[in-house]
């Protein structure tokens, strides 16, 4: 990540337990995008990141997140969702198309 940094270069990291990232790692993250954390080891690893808002992530629902950025206050936005319905496909589901 530093590495990334010091080029320019930008990286995404996506987890569901912030406590598997290490922590000189996270050191390197202006940027971050918290949805809800329900466990309290989490919620303790976020304080550091989120700590005027750290009571709120255990309220946010599906698709809502708060975002932290640098120097800006944190705010609060909802994913759209989805426009059309979307379901797993599997093998047998497919059939083969005549050209």
């Known amino acids: 990540f530093r590495q990334a940094r010091k080029y320019g270069g930008g990286l995404v990291v996506a987890t569901q337990n912030p406590g598997d990232i290490d922590?000189?790692?996270v050191g390197q993250f202006g940027t971050w995008m918290v949805g809800r954390v329900t466990t309290p080891q989490?919620?303790?690893?976020?304080?550091?990141v989120v700590p005027a808002d750290v009571g709120r992530i255990g309220h946010l629902k599906q698709g809502e997140f708060l975002l932290v950025s640098p120097g800006q206050e944190v705010s609060y936005f909802k994913a759209r969702p989805l426009m059309t319905e979307h379901t797993t496909l599997y093998e047998?589901?497919?059939?083969?198309?005549?050209?």
């Open 23 to 25: 922590y000189k790692a």
């Open 42 to 48: 989490a919620m303790r690893k976020l304080k550091a």
């Open 92 to 99: 047998q589901d497919l059939t083969k198309t005549q050209w």
